[in-house]
């Protein structure tokens, strides 16, 4: 499968404990997007990455909220304290260069207990 | 109000009946255009791109672009009992070298009845 691989597919976790997802973006791909959604929503935008450099974070990424993406390959969204609003499903897409179109992943979906 | 505004359904259609959907949105800045697919608890899935106004044809699936009224569509023919999913509108802005972030709409969920 050559696709947007994310890891784990689902995570229940208690309120105030940390939680990190990785993403692997279809390999020849140098943007890698994570967004967020919740039930009866579209996917809302997190952070934006362009090789290993993080260009954009949005408002909605609180300092609980950290991503990486080492090296330009795959890229890991951590989530401290969590609380029961984090709970919703964490989509990563990846694009190739000076292309508009993104791929998603199945997603992570997370529970706040 | 929202930058992209989407009726959320649901929309229930007989087999083998047009649907249309469709997207508004507010940001003339909006340049690309593209219609997801995404099935109960699953991912994304890209179906149509369109760049700035016109009509594009893939198979069942025509997307149209209206960026006088700011308005975007997709028509599914011969729809299929397959097609029931939610449909989500998406779109972002061209800028040299910036994010390209996509707009959401909130999707709309439709249901292709045998």
Known sequence: DTGVSQDPRHKITKRGQNVTFRCDPISEHNRLYWYRQTLGQGPEFLTYFQNEAQLEKSRLLSD???AERPKGSFSTLEIQRTE???SAMYLCASSPARQETQYFGPGTRLLVL | QKEVEQDPGPLSVPE???VSLNCTYSN???QYFMWYRQYSRKGPELLM???SSGNKEDGRFTAQVDKSS???SL???DSQPSDSATYLCAMSAAYGGATNKLIFGTGTLLAVQP
């Open chain 1, 64 to 66: 609980r909220f950290s």
């Open chain 1, 84 to 86: 029961q609003g984090d």
């Open chain 2, 16 to 18: 083998g009946a047009i």
């Open chain 2, 28 to 30: 003339s800045a909006f």
């Open chain 2, 49 to 51: 791109y369109t760049y």
């Open chain 2, 70 to 72: 700011k308005y975007i």
């Open chain 2, 75 to 77: 028509f599914i023919r």
